[in-house]
């Protein structure tokens, strides 16, 4: 393939000048929400700073050494979450994430001093990108051509009023791969929508895919706009097109490529091409975490004495989940708090009330169509899972998805530009971030 193939469509030269012009904000956006949310993981917010479970940390040196056995490069026995085959142990998660660690840890090693303050190289790492898919969410609404509007209202609002802020100033390992799985997706949706060579989306996505294997049933949204960027309608004559065949089957075929991947991933650990690890994880928590006993340690009121254990996915988990995203409210204490978040997570109206705009929109688009279809099969694996994300601030399985949902809010907001929803929307936002900063606050107090 020529190298003028693998330029993206569309693209005109522009000078210097213009460039510095177009990357300044985005800068900014970045260095601002990063010394943001460093602050909020430091003294103005927390005793102790991120510095556990960075498992990602020890699979980025053991890759750096040549191996995926993180015994070898001294990873803490009290982690937990891990698999042990032998004299080795291994992680269950994907390797993308410390894929992105591996120059700092090459660098740094496993930890980082910065103003003062030690981090694991992973919970650093985990503000610098979570900083940057800020920035990156910037691009992608000029992409969307929002109003001006609706660009700065939700950029803060995503920033700071999302699971994405808790999530990014966390850092550990399950936090930091959803924190990596929107960096990839972002970038792959900035590249579909600038018309960029199929390769692009596709090898981002399956670096999603490698953080967060939900991510990868998005793939009949870059599939469906892909078509509807040169087909108005759909038929079976533009879909057999050559054309169409070659844009799709180039997609398909990098995808595949980092399903290969994940296979060999599997295989190098495990000696079984379909063994992620997640199954001996599950069977080591003794059957799981199922919702019935959630409702026995106070999630609910009702108490079951001994709750059954659901499978590592299982219909009957259903009501977990939708309990967790839509009905957890924050805990009653009769002191000055009144209230604290709970540790299962807190309803998304709570805590990020502003995404009702999501489902306000009003035109009849192609990304509204994708955005929803992307949602609604991501959310089946979330959903059918044994737990809900355990000890945490929000919902943050949400993050599997919230690339498409703050797209659907994005237009939601546009679709509603009277003075009344605007007032709305500022409102909203201004609370989803109160909230986020509250939620922030009382994780660190707990240690959360």
């Known amino acids: 393939m020529s190298t003028a193939e693998l330029t ?4 005109t030269p522009v000078s210097a000048a213009e460039i510095g012009r177009r990357l300044l904000t985005p800068a900014a956006i970045f260095i601002a929400t990063f010394i943001a949310y460093y602050l909020a993981t430091t003294e103005f917010f927390s005793k102790t700073p991120p510095f556990w479970y960075d498992h990602y940390t020890y699979l980025a040196k053991a890759m750096l050494e040549g191996t995926l056995d993180v015994r070898s490069v001294g990873i803490p026995e009290f982690f937990q979450d891990t698999v042990t085959v032998g004299s080795k142990e291994y992680v269950p998660f994907g390797p993308a994430p410390a894929v992105l660690l591996m120059p700092f840890v090459a660098v740094f090693g496993t930890d980082v001093t910065f103003l003062g ?15 940057a898919n800020v920035a990156l969410f910037w691009q992608l609404l000029g992409e969307l051509k929002v109003s001006s509007f609706t660009r700065w209202l939700l950029v803060p609002f995503f920033a700071f009023g999302t699971v994405h802020f808790y999530s990014a100033t966390t850092g550990t390992v399950w936090f930091f791969a959803h924190v990596s799985a929107v960096f990839f997706v972002l970038i792959a949706v900035i590249a579909l929508l600038r018309g960029w060579n199929p390769l692009f989306p596709a090898m981002f996505l399956g670096l999603a895919f490698l953080s967060r294997q939900t991510t990868i049933l998005a793939y009949p949204f870059f599939i469906y706009y892909l078509y509807r960027q040169h087909h108005e309608s759909i038929s079976l004559e533009k879909l ?25 991933y599997n295989y190098a650990r495990f000696d079984d091409f379909t063994k992620t690890g997640y199954q001996t994880v599950y069977e080591s928590y003794g059957g799981g975490y199922a919702y019935y006993q959630a409702l026995s340690e106070g999630v609910a009121p009702r108490p079951v004495l001994d709750p059954p254990r659901f499978d590592l996915f299982d219909i009957r988990n259903i009501p977990l989940h939708i309990h967790a995203m839509f009905m957890i409210p924050p805990n009653f204490y009769p002191d000055w708090s009144i209230f604290r978040p709970s540790p299962y997570g807190m309803s998304v109206l ?14 009849k688009d192609v990304m509204k169509q994708g955005s929803w279809m992307a949602i609604g099969l ?16 929000g919902y943050r399985f949400l993050l599997d998805f919230a690339p498409f949902l703050l797209i659907l809010t994005a237009m939601g907001f546009d679709d509603n530009p009277s003075p009344t929803a605007k007032r709305w929307q500022v409102a909203l936002v201004v609370l989803s971030v109160v909230a986020g900063f509250w939620g922030r606050y009382w994780a660190n107090q707990f240690g959360w």
């Open 240 to 264: 057999l097109s050559r054309q169409t065949l070659s844009r799709l089957g180039m997609f398909s075929v990098a995808l595949g490529v980092f399903v290969l991947v994940s296979l060999w």
């Open 378 to 393: 991501i959310i089946i694996p979330l959903f059918l899972h044994y737990s809900q994300g355990w000890v945490q601030y």
């Open 117 to 131: 303050t030690r981090f694991t190289t992973e919970a650093f790492a985990s503000l610098l990108i979570g900083a």
């Open 350 to 363: 709570l805590t990020s009330p502003a995404f009702v705009f999501a489902v306000l929109v009003k035109r």
């Open 8 to 11: 993206p469509a569309g693209v």
